[in-house]
């Protein structure tokens, strides 16, 4: 068995819940794998800076029900705890009129039960018509218990235990409004953990939480993994591609299981830094830049001039490029930060990528307008937008063609196909569309190098 970790809504501390459990788990020595709902980068690396473990993404939309299914029994097995990250509200998805690709649609499938995590910080007795509102919202998901967060005082644990008491559903942990732990974060979420100088004092502070504040008794039970029966994976073939992958503090979002995917499939990845390093690495036959916070480290990859001029000579000498979100805007030819200065990037991509207040965020449906490395015309497939910038100038012959999850939100064309460079703000999860990656890699073992 296992629990989701779920909220009623955004931002009641359903990460700080997750991170504490982690925490006090791996305080005790135990194995535990997690899991976060849905297109999340940063939380996950967080779940695996404590655990030791790569968090896996459960995300129905971008993979599909099966493959959820699989990735979790397959990644369980063998552990003595596993723990799941909801998603915003628990009944939060793509749309408004069914619960597709939110916390509760990801607990049906793998029928585990959900613990409910609220904020009490102005409430007492009407916490019992949440709660029994979302028992029983939909009979299909089972709330096993609660944890009761931003709780001022004893005569506040009271009243709330008063109010639950005729529900029959146990209080898990209660945490109180001092003993919120702030992690830094910024415009796309938490500040990924390679920029945290301070993040093991942080989890000593979320494991004490985590032992102090939660009835473990009630909660190990939950936690406890049982023994599936699991295909084995396939064995992985001999490398036949040299991948560089950027991998540093600019660029840091990647799926764990794009990654694995990718190294089945015949990839050597090999790490190198824009940041960092002056070079690309030797003998590689493709470069993939995944996405992340290059507007807050723009100075320093235009001051790596070396680095920016190494990526453009291999892209105009034809090398498979596969470029997301960061990394598009990596290829343009400048950055303008939210301060409005200006950074020369690598001047492949002919625009620029400027920092904007508005989010642009939501599932979409991508259909390839043209060839490129990664995608054949007329390819259909589901990737997911996060990202606080825009290009200053379209492009003239775009790459894909978008729509939301719902049918009628239609989306501007964009993506640019550059020499042999699928460059897109669309992150995509290989987990149910593996015949992309493996396009890619074709291109990347075919590319004659000069």
């Known amino acids: 068995m296992s629990i989701i970790i779920a909220g009623d809504r955004s931002g009641v501390g359903k990460t700080t819940v997750t991170l504490a459990l982690l925490a006090a788990l791996r305080q005790r020595r135990q194995a535990v794998q997690s899991f976060k709902v849905g297109p999340d980068y940063i939380d996950p690396m967080f779940h695996t800076y404590i655990t030791g473990r790569a968090c896996r993404n459960l995300d129905p939309i971008l993979t599909s029900e099966d493959y959820v299914q699989q990735c979790f029994t397959r990644h369980s097995q063998g552990i003595s705890y596993t723990l799941i990250e909801g998603v915003m509200g628990l009944f939060d998805g793509a749309l408004g009129t069914s619960d597709v690709g939110s916390t509760a649609h990801v607990a049906r499938l793998l029928n585990i039960p959900i613990v409910l995590v609220l904020n009490c910080s102005s409430i007492s007795r009407s916490i019992a018509a949440i709660v029994h509102g979302f028992c029983t919202f939909d009979p299909r998901i089972r709330v096993a218990g609660v944890i009761l967060n931003q709780v001022g005082s004893d005569r506040h644990v009271e009243l709330l235990s008063q109010a639950l008491e005729p529900l029959s559903l146990p209080i898990l942990g209660v945490l109180r409004r001092q003993d919120n732990i702030t992690i830094p974060d910024r415009h796309l979420g938490l500040v990924p953990t ?3 100088s301070q993040l093991n004092a942080i989890v000593e502070q979320l494991a004490h939480l985590g032992q102090t504040c939660f009835d473990w008794p009630k909660l190990l039970p939950l936690l406890s993994c049982k023994e599936q029966d699991v295909e084995p994976e396939a ?7 040299r991948l560089a992958i950027a991998q540093d503090e600019a660029f840091s979002f990647y799926y ?3 990654l694995k995917i990718l190294q089945q499939l015949g990839a050597e990845l090999v790490p190198w830094s824009p940041l960092h390093d002056r070079t ?3 003998g590689i036959q493709g470069l993939y830049f995944g996405g992340g916070f290059p507007e807050i480290f723009a100075a320093a990859l235009a001051e790596n001039r070396p680095a920016q001029q190494a990526v453009k000579s ?3 000498a034809g090398i498979p490029t596969y470029a997301e979100c960061g990394g598009l805007m990596y ?7 939210f301060a409005e200065r200006d950074y020369p990037m690598t001047g492949i991509v002919p625009t620029a990528a400027v920092m904007e ?3 642009t965020l939501g599932y979409r449906k991508a259909t390839a307008l043209q060839n490129s490395p990664l995608v054949k015309e007329g390819d259909r497939f589901w990737g997911h937008e996060f990202h606080r910038s825009s290009l200053m ?5 775009p790459l894909l063609a978008l729509q939301g999850y719902d049918a009628q939100s239609q989306f501007p064309p964009e993506g640019w196909l550059h020499y042999r460079v699928h460059a897109s703000y669309i992150h995509v999860h290989f987990g149910a569309q593996s015949h992309l990656a493996k396009r890619f890699l074709k291109h990347c073992q075919d590319w004659n190098r000069p």
């Open 331 to 337: 290829l343009c030819e400048k950055i303008v930060d």
């Open 280 to 282: 690309l690495p030797k």
């Open 256 to 258: 764990e299981d794009n």
């Open 393 to 397: 100038l379209a492009p003239t012959q």
């Open 314 to 316: 291999s892209i105009l």
């Open 194 to 196: 390679a920029e945290l």
């Open 357 to 359: 207040k508005r989010l």
């Open 235 to 241: 064995a992985s073939p001999p490398v036949k591609v």
